[in-house]
């Protein structure tokens, strides 16, 4: 089976410093779940960025769908990330002013293809969102709320539903769980898992709590794909 994202022979590191990721080979497969450990300061941030086409690498490639990352302008990573990837951020990044509903639908309005995915999928951006937010478990009515309103639970399901809206083959989420306690971050992982399968999307979940990793696909390592030394792990 051809690999969703693919990283062969990645290095990367900031100006000046000695490099932080030097990761011979990953792949992650269409559909599957992973869990992704590491401590803080180890990497993984960085290679979040790396995988987004934020940063792009010293040497390797980053290869999504095929495409090598690494070869696309500024402006074609922008519009590449946008189309493809959905983002579940460890603080969420909702946008306070606006209301739910709107909050879900900004992918749409910066990539056709997830707009065109979710109204085929649901007859519409605004039925794709509820339909969402529906399975996510958000209560009915809170559509129009604004996104300052929320819970933080409340807030975790608005933004799984922003980043899942229009079937994006690959959804990113970095420590989204951390403020939540034990049974509601099963619950929300299991709805997650859920609306990925439904979507056909790939899910990579980078997390310190170890705790989660028996109930995805795989489970790795950060310290064990990274070749570049971790002084603050020894």
């Known amino acids: 089976m051809t690999a ?6 990645l290095g990367f590191a900031w100006p000046g410093q000695p490099e932080l990721l030097d990761i011979p080979h990953f792949q992650l497969a269409p559909g599957e779940t992973l869990f992704l450990k590491g401590p803080s300061g180890s990497g993984k941030t960085t290679l979040l960025g790396l ?23 500024a402006g074609a990573r922008d519009r590449f ?7 579940i951020f460890q603080q969420f990044n909702l946008l306070p002013f606006l209301s739910v509903r709107e909050n879900v639908e900004l992918p749409c309005r910066f990539s056709r293809l997830r707009r065109t ?7 519409g951006v ?3 969102a509820e339909a969402l937010l529906t399975h996510l478990g958000l209560p009915e009515g809170m559509l129009e709320r604004r996104a300052d309103s929320l819970s933080i639970g409340q807030q975790q399901r608005v933004a799984a539903a922003r980043a899942l809206i229009g079937q994006p083959e690959l959804v990113i989420a970095d420590e989204p769980t951390s403020a939540l306690d034990a049974d509601t971050r ?41 070749r570049a030394s971790q002084p603050m792990e020894r």
């Open 4 to 9: 969703l994202l693919e990283l062969t022979d």
């Open 51 to 73: 995988l987004g086409g934020v940063q792009t690498p010293g040497r390797g490639r980053v290869r999504l769908l095929g495409e090598d990352l690494g070869s696309l302008s």
């Open 81 to 87: 990330r946008v189309e493809h990837t959905g983002y």
């Open 117 to 123: 995915r979710a109204s085929q999928r649901h007859g």
């Open 126 to 128: 605004a039925r794709a």
């Open 186 to 226: 099963e619950a929300f992982l299991r709805l997650l898992f859920a609306e990925c399968r439904e979507a056909g999307a790939s899910l990579l979940f980078v997390s310190h709590d170890r705790s989660l990793a028996g109930l995805f696909d795989r489970d790795l390592s950060l310290s064990d794909l990274n």
